[in-house]
């Protein structure tokens, strides 16, 4: 089945900016979707269409893609950011993925 | 204001069946495509099938674990989605959330339910 590649933790002090790259061949022709999901709570979508941010979403949340690889960036993270992330993207037509997921701490 | 709310789940036997559902409001059904994803808890997003909206031709797709034991389907008319699962096993064990997203992919319609626990244990 197809994977797309995330780094399992990350962690950085409240100010710093965290970056987590999301990365698959298929990135390069689709675009991405990434999630934050606090513990037991749905996910909520941060980024879509690789680089566009929702209403509501704080401005320090950006999405930005390179060929096959996609980088969520948080500038100046703050304690409330720390959660799990996922990118998720279109592997065809018919079939979508997860990407398995980063730890974001903030400490 | 959008909600999607499961139903349905629980305890079952492997081998056993479920059906949850999942009642939809405050947008347009019928035309939205609409997802299934599962979380084993403590792990990561699974994508397990979609199903596309009727004007799209209302066909279905699904992730390789769930194929051929999972079928997906829609009553428009109740404004309802509804997983059912057949032959269950203990890695079926899951929250199972109903997932609508903007089906090009160009602008941020996406809303999510709480999600509903199955698992599947003797």
């Known amino acids: 089945s197809y994977e797309l590649t995330q780094p399992s933790s990350v962690s950085v002090s409240p100010g710093q900016t965290a970056r987590i790259t999301c990365s698959g061949d298929v990135l390069a022709e689709k675009y991405v979707r990434w999630f934050q999901q606090k513990p037991g709570q749905a996910p909520v979508l941060v980024i879509y269409k690789d680089t566009e941010r929702p209403s509501g979403i704080p401005e320090r949340f950006s999405g930005s893609s390179s060929g096959s690889t996609v980088t969520l960036t948080i500038s100046g993270a703050q304690f409330e950011d720390e959660a799990d992330y996922y990118c998720?993207?279109?592997?065809?037509?018919?079939?979508?993925?997860f990407g398995g997921g980063t730890k974001l701490t903030v400490l | 204001e959008v909600q999607l709310v499961e139903s349905g789940g629980g305890l079952v036997k492997p081998g056993g069946s479920l059906r949850l559902s999942c009642a939809a409001s405050g947008f347009n059904f019928s035309d939205a495509w609409m997802n299934w994803v599962r979380q084993t808890p403590g792990k990561g997003l699974e994508w397990v099938g979609r199903?596309?909206?009727?004007?799209?031709?209302?066909?279905?797709d699904y992730a390789g674990p769930v194929k051929g034991r999972f079928t997906i389907s829609r009553d428009d008319s109740k404004k309802t989605l509804y997983l059912q699962m057949n032959t269950l096993k203990t890695e079926d064990t899951a929250f199972y959330y109903c997932?609508?997203?903007?089906?090009?992919?160009?602008?941020?319609?996406?809303?999510w339910g709480q999600g509903t626990l199955v698992t599947v244990s003797s």
């Open positions: 998720y993207s279109a592997v065809d037509n018919n079939n979508k993925v």
């Open positions: 997932y609508t997203e903007d089906s090009s992919g160009w602008y941020e319609f996406d809303h």
């Open positions: 199903i596309k909206s009727k004007t799209d031709g209302g066909t279905t």
